[in-house]
């Protein structure tokens, strides 16, 4: 299973401030902190983080990648898209149902432009 997803910034503060708003939202806060590195996560596990990539280089988007976090509820997942973009982000899906099997989500592109959703099974 997945113990935690980085995600590359090139604008620390700003992606900071955006990530410490919306993972407030699942009760999310920071459990680890560099001047390069920051983790969030609940029960002392960390679920995501950013980093000043290592090598230098700018950070970039991966094309087809996508971080997806899981809410307790279809409102969960409402609360969490609109804060996104209340935080700048863009809309990448409006929420709602997918396909069959009571999978609702929405879709938005941080302040960076990674991809990430809130979904919600059940």
Do not use: H
């Not at 390069?36 to 029960?43: D, L």
């Not at 996104?84 to 990448?92: F, V, W, Y």
């Not at 997918?98 to 991809?115: I, T, V």
Request: with cysteine; hydrophobic share 40%.
């Amino acid at each position: 299973m997945i113990g935690y997803v980085t995600i590359g910034t090139n604008d620390f503060e700003r992606a900071a401030n955006f990530y410490d708003a919306l993972l407030a939202e699942f009760g999310a806060k920071r459990i680890m902190e560099t001047d390069r590195f920051i983790a969030w996560g609940t029960g002392g596990k960390a679920a995501l983080s950013i980093i000043k990539p290592f090598d230098g280089n700018p950070a970039t988007v991966g094309n087809g990648v996508m971080v997806a976090l899981a809410a307790d509820s279809p409102e969960q997942v409402n609360a969490i898209y609109e804060k996104a973009l209340e935080l700048g982000a863009t809309d990448e899906g409006a929420p709602g149902p997918r396909g069959d099997g009571g999978f609702y989500c929405g879709y938005f592109r941080d302040l960076d432009g990674n991809k990430l959703n809130a979904f919600f099974i059940g």
